[in-house]
Nanobody, 115 residues
Framework: QVQLVESGGGLVQPGGSLRLSCAASGITVSIYDMGWYRQAPGKQRELVARVNIYGSTNYADSVKGRFTISRDNAKKTVYLQMNSLKPEDTAVYYC?????????WGQGTQVTVSS
């Protein structure tokens, strides 16, 4: 059974930082492209950051220079370091594992940026 379990969300003030983690089980993480998506109320789910099996990364324009995605295949974990957080970063953040037509999703973790 495949599971992706996110953690690290919470309430943070604007300008603050959070580090999200996604622990995977039931899959060989090293052969999956891994990503973080987010969905704010009333909006569609959007890609935040992605790291492929070769370690190449891509980011949404809105988070470039502030967020960093990384992966530790040995620990079967993907991270999202989020700095200089803004209120518009408030959303539920989801971890994704992708290989071709196969997608696995976590249950999501809430990030709220507010003073």
């Amino acid at each position: 059974q495949v599971q992706l379990v996110e953690s690290g969300g919470g309430l943070v003030q604007p300008g603050g930082s959070l580090r999200l983690s996604c622990a995977a089980s039931g899959i060989t993480v090293s052969i999956y492209d891994m990503g973080w998506y987010r969905q704010a109320p009333g909006k569609q789910r959007e890609l935040v950051a992605r790291v492929n099996i070769y370690g190449s990364t891509n980011y949404a324009d809105s988070v470039k220079g502030r967020f960093t995605i990384s992966r530790d295949n040995a620990k079967k974990t993907v991270y999202l370091q989020m700095n200089s957080l803004k209120p518009e970063d408030t959303a539920v953040y989801y971890c994704n594992a992708n290989m071709g037509p196969t997608n696995y999703w976590g249950q999501g973790t809430q990030v709220t940026v507010s003073s």
